[in-house]
């Protein structure tokens, strides 16, 4: 319990400035035992604060008139009255048994719409080589990132693209990179995951909205809107394995277009060896098709994959795969932000 309390405690330090409210809230928390009593029926692994604060999250959106939600920026806009902490300590202790359920049995997930700035380049660059393109989502959560050719970006410098007011993205970008003049032409998508989320589902979409930290209030709204983009154009996010069901997925995409495999922050999953297989299975299918990959991930997580290897870097870059009649080519093209804020084109 000891170490959990300096979970808190560290959680606390770091994040003071970047999430205040969970800051003031963890710092409370490392002093409360029972609060710290209900994390332990979920696995080791996941006995962090992050988990803690979904969980409670997850029961406060389905709770919105409740004292504590004043506190969270993103469920009320006018500052709530008493003390957040001691809201906070009172609300997880009288619901015990509904956070024991989510902390037993939730992990954290993360689909991050800013993360579509990370396929815009590559799937400009490829369509003006190949013509339209069917993509295959590997790791797709709900399939948020399949919206990438519906939506409007910002791109600074480089202007406005895209005409779907609905949700419009921002990307800082230094360095020449090939700014699109328009979204990409993506004729079929898919979307493969080991535990898709269902975007129609009520319960599912709440854990995803319960996972973003409420003081990123512009975060939050987003993920709002990418939800409903993704029910409005019925997103499929299908269950399969990234190694074992890749290639029946590509040879669907490629009676629609040049199939794109994408990757971004899902292979950290992987063991080692599977990553190695992941990489083997592609190598297979682009002997025998044309085939594009664009890899967004972190070197240092897994530099088993092409142009990583012998990294140490814990940044994301994007990397671009292609096979031509059976010639694997790679091209490293940028750096980037974790949720896509900024490109370094080049680096
Ligand atoms: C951090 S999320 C990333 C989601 C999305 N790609 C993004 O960038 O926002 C990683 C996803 O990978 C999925 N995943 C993990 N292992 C997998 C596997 N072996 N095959 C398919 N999906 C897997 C998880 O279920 C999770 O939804």
Redesign the pocket.
Same mark, same amino acid.
């Given at each position: 319990m000891h170490d959990l309390a300096q979970r808190f405690s560290e959680f606390s330090k770091s994040f003071d400035k970047g999430a205040p409210l969970y800051s003031r809230i963890a710092h409370r928390v490392a002093s409360e035992p029972a609060v710290l009593d209900l994390m332990a029926v979920a696995p080791i692994t996941q006995r962090i604060p992050v988990l803690l604060f979904a969980s409670a999250h997850h029961l406060l959106l389905g709770e919105r008139s409740h004292e504590l939600a004043q506190h969270y920026p993103n469920i009320s806009l006018e500052p709530g009255l008493g003390d957040a902490t001691d809201l906070f300590v009172a609300f997880v202790l009288e619901r015990a048994e509904a956070m024991k359920d989510l902390l037993a049995t939730r992990s954290t997930?993360?689909?991050?719409?800013g993360?579509c700035n990370w396929f815009l380049f590559p799937f400009a660059m490829l369509n003006a080589e190949v013509g339209p393109l069917a993509q295959v =989502?590997?790791?797709?959560?709900?399939g948020?990132?399949q919206l990438f050719p519906k939506i409007s970006y910002e791109l600074r410098p480089g202007g406005m693209i895209g005409d779907n007011n609905a949700l419009t993205i921002t990307c800082n970008i230094t360095g020449e990179a090939p700014t699109p003049q328009q979204v990409p032409n993506v004729c079929w998508s898919v979307g493969? =995951?080991?535990?898709?989320?269902d975007v129609r589902s009520d319960e599912e979409v709440r854990w995803l909205e319960a996972c973003v930290w409420p003081d990123q209030v512009e975060r939050f709204d987003r993920l709002q809107r990418a939800i409903s983009l993704a029910r409005q154009h019925n997103i499929e996010v299908e269950q399969? =394995?990234?190694?074992d =069901?890749v290639a029946q997925a590509i040879e669907r995409a490629a009676k629609h277009g040049h199939p794109v495999v994408?990757?971004?922050?899902?292979l950290?999953?992987?063991s080692s060896e599977?990553r190695i297989a992941f990489v083997d299975e592609l190598d297979r299918v682009g002997t025998e098709r044309d085939l594009s990959w664009v890899i967004?991930e972190s070197p240092y997580e897994t530099p088993e994959l092409p142009g990583h290897r012998g990294s140490d870097e814990l940044i994301t870059v994007i990397t671009l795969v292609t096979w031509r009649q059976g010639q694997r080519a790679v091209q490293r093209l940028a750096t980037t932000h974790p949720h896509g804020h900024w490109i370094k084109w080049g680096e």
């Open positions: 997930q993360t689909n991050e719409i993360r =989502d590997v790791g797709s959560s709900a948020l990132n493969l =995951d080991a535990k898709p989320i399969g =394995d990234a190694v =069901d994408t990757t971004s922050w899902v950290n999953y992987l599977r967004a």
